[in-house]
């Protein structure tokens, strides 16, 4: 066994990246740095943050915000069934915080950003 698989915690950059919340691992690094992601309804701005099995994520995508429980961690970046298998997705009432996210029917919608060219990165 390797030092890697006797860890019972995970970078969170890498989880959110097996985890296929966004495509590209300095993505995930980015959004972790940029100080949103809540681990157990702690703001954390760092990617190399450990995260547990049963630990509570709360992550701003461009599609909404998701509330997630970790059920396992990843060993490596596998297809989006595997990477469904990592996470449970949680209602907003079940851990005590309020989901707002903006839809198209709400007024703070301001609709999508339009590019001229689409290119890879664009979900």
Known sequence: MTAAEERDWQRLDTWLWCARFLRLRSDCARLAAGG????????TDKPHARLRV????????????????VLALARRRGPAAQARL???EIAAGQTGEA??????QSPAYAGPESRAIPNDRDP
């Open 86 to 88: 990592l996470f449970q």
């Open 36 to 43: 949103l992601v809540r681990i157990n309804r702690q703001p």
């Open 54 to 69: 049963g630990d509570v994520l709360t992550v701003p995508l461009p599609r909404g915000v998701l509330v997630v429980r």
């Open 99 to 104: 989901l707002t996210c903006a839809s198209p």
